[in-house]
């Protein structure tokens, strides 16, 4: 391969990809196919080669680790801004690195460098290596792939879409924003894509290669009626095709984004005090995945911080509550090949009939509780070591109808879409603000609600569930991220409608005064 400056060719690579979009960005060096992802793309352009991956797992583990692993990451991102009707922002940028990981029990030693050459790499395996002190031990001398199956094809590389490609759509999205109503004052809408190209090589001989689209475009509208404003955005996106974004979908983003915030101008405050909640279907999903998610993740029960801790094989809910925590939901935020130890994806059975029957590992929890890894092992770049983190996570639809569970309600809320949330794992205490509601009075929905919070315990509201709906819906959109111990990972959610018996809203002032 021919020698580069590194940083010469992230400072080309990135001007070309921003300007041009090209999939061969600099000429006879980075050739990309929209084929799935084989092995031979840091060899060929990097010279990763089987014999310097032997050398640095031998290195990662010259001081008696238990295991080690190689994460190789190559990111190409792109995002373009369309404000007031003109491009005010377009940038590119490239990640490239390697992180080296050597597990010894429970404790793990990291060591990562931007430059794929043998002696820097050859550093951060020392690095690593240091959290063991024993006998040096080698890694397996050949490597099998495992047969991944592919949950986001893609039949073209966002590497190929030129910025020209991209002006027209988000054009498309301001002018649709403008002509659904003389109330919309300003329009932001942007599009960023992201193709992050991962080859993961451990001690034990597992080699596995994979290419991640990440992408979405999202609509950031500003209404003003009578001297007030209010603003309200949407977004869609996902693990997509560039053909995923058609002028249907432009056309709902641009919809969605201009009705949510030209209600608000008719919102009310709701009281606040203990009552009835509903849970729209789809994005309020977040909040199942803040309060009571995290707390299934291994790693917070191995150290005992988590409610559910011993808590396997136990009641939590009704026995009509069902959630999964899936990899494998085609296209989703946080669908996966395979977790970034290389364990395939899988969908996980969190809660079955209302019994909690197991909780997202990683290699090192599932080695602590004596059971085989979910596919939950997963970092937020190759600058990060992986540790049990959630996918898509997910309540299974029940038997009532929506319009039923409304109904049953007398006086209470319903909420569509939340956002700015606090949880603290360990307890499961948590505060969203509602953005967008309703009020229910006399089981329908009337004034739509603003500046609400919705308080609670994550397990309490569990065992309150009371109504499960058959209308599950997945959050579509392509900007969910989870946050856990600084590090980043994209992920989704969903629910179906359900009610939640009882909850602390914090309105305008209590019921009945």
Request: charged residues 25%; aromatic residues 8%.
């Amino acid at each position: 391969m021919k020698k580069i400056d590194r940083r010469e060719f992230m400072k080309t690579a990135v001007a070309a990809g921003a300007v041009a979009g090209c999939s061969r960005i600099i000429p006879g060096v980075w050739v990309e196919s929209a084929e799935a992802a084989s092995p031979g793309f840091f060899e060929s352009e990097f010279g990763i080669t089987d014999s310097l991956c032997r050398k640095a797992l031998d290195r990662a583990l010259s001081k008696g680790g238990d295991f080690a692993d190689l994460y190789f990451e190559h990111t190409i991102s792109n995002y373009v801004s369309l404000e007031d009707g003109k491009v005010d922002r377009v940038f590119g940028e490239i990640d490239l690195g390697v992180g080296i990981r050597t597990v010894k029990g429970d404790q793990t030693g990291y060591g990562f460098t931007q430059e794929l050459t043998e002696e820097s790499m050859l550093a951060a395996a020392s690095t690593a290596a240091s959290i063991a002190e024993g006998t040096p031990k080698k890694a397996a001398s050949k490597y099998i792939s495992p047969a991944i199956k592919n949950y986001y094809p893609l039949t073209r590389l966002f590497s190929d879409v030129s910025l020209s490609s991209k002006l027209p759509i988000v054009k498309r999205v301001n002018e649709k924003c403008f002509s659904l109503s003389n109330l919309v004052l300003k329009v932001n809408v942007t599009f960023h894509d992201k193709q992050k190209r991962i080859m993961i090589i451990n001690s034990d001989g597992v080699r596995a290669d994979d290419i991640l689209p990440l992408n979405f475009m999202n609509a950031s509208v500003v209404a003003e009626k009578e001297g007030r404003q209010e603003r309200a955005g949407w977004n869609f996106g996902g693990r997509q095709e560039f053909s995923y974004y058609t002028n249907e979908i432009m056309d709902r983003l641009a919809d969605e984004a201009v009705s949510r915030a030209v209600i608000l101008f008719d919102a009310v405050q709701p009281p606040a005090g203990e009552m009835p909640v509903v849970l729209g279907p789809g994005v309020t999903g977040i909040l199942l995945h803040e309060a009571i998610g995290h707390g299934m993740e291994a790693d917070f029960n191995r150290k005992g911080v988590s409610t559910y801790s011993g808590m396997t094989g136990k009641k939590v809910a009704e026995s009509f509550v069902n959630i999964v925590d899936n990899g494998t939901n085609e296209r989703q935020l946080g669908t996966i090949n395979f977790d970034d130890e290389g364990t395939l994806s899988q969908n996980t059975t969190l809660v079955e009939n209302g019994i909690l029957t197991g909780y997202l590992h990683d290699r090192i929890s599932a080695k602590h509780y004596n059971v085989k890894p979910t596919g939950n092992g997963r970092r937020e770049s190759y600058k990060y070591f992986p540790m049990p983190r959630m996918r898509n996570t997910y309540m299974l639809p029940g038997s009532a109808k929506p319009e039923d569970v409304i109904k049953s309600v007398k006086n209470g809320i319903y909420v569509k879409d939340m956002a700015n949330g606090q949880v603290k794992i360990g307890e499961g205490d948590f505060a969203f603000f509602v953005s967008q509601g309703f009020m229910i009075e006399d089981g329908k929905l009337t004034k739509p609600i603003k500046d609400v919070n919705i308080m609670g315990n994550g397990p309490k509201m569990l065992q309150n569930i009371t109504m499960v709906a058959d209308d599950l819906e997945m959050y579509h959109g392509g900007t969910g991220q989870c946050g856990k111990d600084n590090q980043r990972v994209p992920v989704s959610f969903g629910l179906p409608t359900c009610l939640v018996k009882s909850m602390t809203v914090g309105g305008l002032q209590k019921q009945g005064v």
